[in-house]
């Protein structure tokens, strides 16, 4: 076990394997902790799996920790795919807000199918996701893994979409039983779109592309290593597993990587890259936030049970209809979104005072927190909030009075999201599985900038496009004429790529309804 000095005292954990010394110039070869040496071109053809330059996973490499943590026992997978809560560690306390924490790696890769797959692509992408978990512990320090399939997909199957096949065992919902829990994502009423032509961003100006992937492929892990072997294996590019000769995959043929979107989440990470970095806001990302915007969102009240989050509910809600979609039992929708952060905006000082961000990220009366009396330096205040429910009227609420801080009328991010996100008896309908990134993909010129790596387990599509609406809370702004800048976070965020997947349960998780064609 490695002891290293971190930015909260002394942190027992295991680095990342790739430890680089110096720069990426090639005069000297980065070191692993065994005493190898690994060259920059292998540097540079890992970073390409990951979909980050070099130079930021050689940092995230020196500025991550890999946490020590309990193996969880071996048992049966859960149905659920994502439903990883027994194999992390439980929630912790963090200036007095219980916090879960995932792995520290996200890794989504997005893919195309050359051809509709067959009932023996079928048995191989089993097989292949099979070999991936008999090689790795299904734990932090292992991997998950989650598949999930885009309406592309689905058009490929006999009659498409409209077909019998599809609509069959297609969940519906219960309220428009002629509607699919899938459809396509939209975008959504704050983002840069020939739909939304009054909608303009300060710097990143950039169109939603809806796109159409017909899969992705979640990975997470405590090591970027074991994201590499296995995206590269699972791709063709690779026949290596935990560091063993395993053959092929088979499926490099068939499945096409399009974009590879590497995110990391932990304690103070944010703050650690953009000083590598020379980010000119350093200084006032809370050094302690696992975020960039300097504000913990892993408060353990923030997510759904998995159960709930799935087509068919439990007691609390209950979106799609359970005559329909029987397949698909244990199933949900992901969405998955690109989003390019303005943080050179969003730290603007002395405009943006601690007050004012938190006003914006959580609600302006009562302010969760007023801060220190520096309203900069380190944040201004602290990164842990507590993420409290009490109606969904509180938005509309706040966005009629003038908040007591600034006389101004505010809409805050988690009020606005809290309209139409919980059950009657509050319970959370959704599983966020988010967090930050640092890299090149969308950004005009090419250079790397923070970004938010966003996806979201919900029973429907639907559900998720009316949570959208309820964040950006349009409506709400032009009844009460609650000025744009005081609209939550919607002017720091350009999403640069949407798209709806479906989550089949693990049983169907290879290439859904193939077998029934």
């Known amino acids: 076990m490695i002891v290293r000095a971190g930015r909260f005292g002394r942190e027992e954990g295991t680095l990342s394997r790739f430890e680089v010394r110096d720069g990426l110039d090639g005069s000297s070869p980065a070191t692993d902790l065994s005493g190898g040496t690994l060259t920059r071109r292998a540097l540079l053809q890992r970073a390409a799996v990951l979909g980050v330059s070099a ?31 027994k194999y992390i560690p439980k929630a912790v306390t963090q200036e007095r807000v219980p916090v879960v924490f995932p792995p520290v790696y996200t890794l989504f890769a997005t893919c195309s199918l050359a051809r ?41 199957l006999p009659g498409g979409m409209a077909g019998a096949l599809v609509s069959h065992n297609m969940p519906k919902l219960v309220n428009e039983p002629q509607r699919y829990a899938l ?57 290596t597993l935990a560091g063993k000769d395993s053959g092929s995959s088979g499926l490099g043929g068939l499945m096409t990587v399009t974009s590879r979107r590497l995110m990391f ?18 200084g006032m990302i809370n050094p302690k936030s696992p975020m960039w915007m300097g504000f913990s969102s892993q408060q353990a009240k923030s997510s759904g049970k998995p159960k709930l989050t799935t087509f068919h509910g439990d007691k609390s809600a209950q979106l799609t209809d359970p005559r329909t979609g029987k397949y698909f039992a244990q199933g949900s929708i992901m969405h998955l979104s690109h989003v390019i952060m303005d943080l050179d905006q969003f730290y603007e000082a002395p405009k943006e005072t601690y007050q004012r961000r938190v006003a914006e990220m959580f609600s302006a009366d009562p302010l ?18 507590p993420n409290d429910f009490t109606t969904a009227n509180v938005a509309n609420l706040e966005a009629q009075e003038p908040a007591r801080f600034d006389g101004e009328r505010h809409i805050g991010h988690t009020t606005a999201l809290q309209r139409t996100t919980r059950a009657s008896d509050g319970s959370p309908i959704h599983i966020r599985a988010d967090g930050p990134g640092y890299d090149s993909l969308d950004v005009p010129g090419g250079g790397s900038l923070p970004k938010l790596h966003f996806s979201i387990f919900v029973p429907t599509a639907d559900f998720f496009a009316t949570m959208r609406r309820s964040q950006a809370s349009v409506d709400l702004a032009q009844k009460y004429n609650v000025p744009s800048q005081n609209l939550g976070i919607e002017r720091f965020l350009t999403a640069t790529r949407r798209q709806n997947f479906l989550v089949p349960p693990r049983r169907h998780r290879a290439f859904p309804l193939i077998e029934l064609a």
């Open 265 to 282: 989440l932990q304690m103070g990470l944010p703050r650690d890259v953009a000083e590598e970095q020379s980010l000119p806001y350093a």
């Open 116 to 156: 509709t797959p067959t009932s023996a692509d079928q048995e191989t992408l089993s097989q292949a996701l099979a070999e991936v978990e008999s090689s790795y512990p299904f734990s932090p320090s292992g991997v998950f893994a989650t598949v999930a399939y885009g309406v592309p997909y689905f058009e490929r």
């Open 183 to 239: 459809e396509e994502a939209v975008p959504g009423p704050t983002d840069v779109s020939p739909l939304n032509p009054e909608v303009t961003k300060a710097r990143y100006n950039i169109p939603v592309q809806i796109e159409t992937n017909d899969m992705v492929i979640v990975l997470r892990s405590d090591s970027t290593e074991i994201l590499d072997e296995v995206l590269a294996w699972l791709s063709g590019e690779s026949s």
């Open 55 to 85: 130079s930021t996973l050689s940092a995230l490499d020196l500025l991550a920790s890999v946490p020590t943590r309990a193996e969880a026992a071996r048992s049966a997978l859960p149905q659920i795919q994502y439903a990883i809560e």
């Open 368 to 385: 969760p927190s007023s801060g220190n009396a520096d309203q900069y330096t380190n944040g201004g205040g602290p990164a842990f909030l």
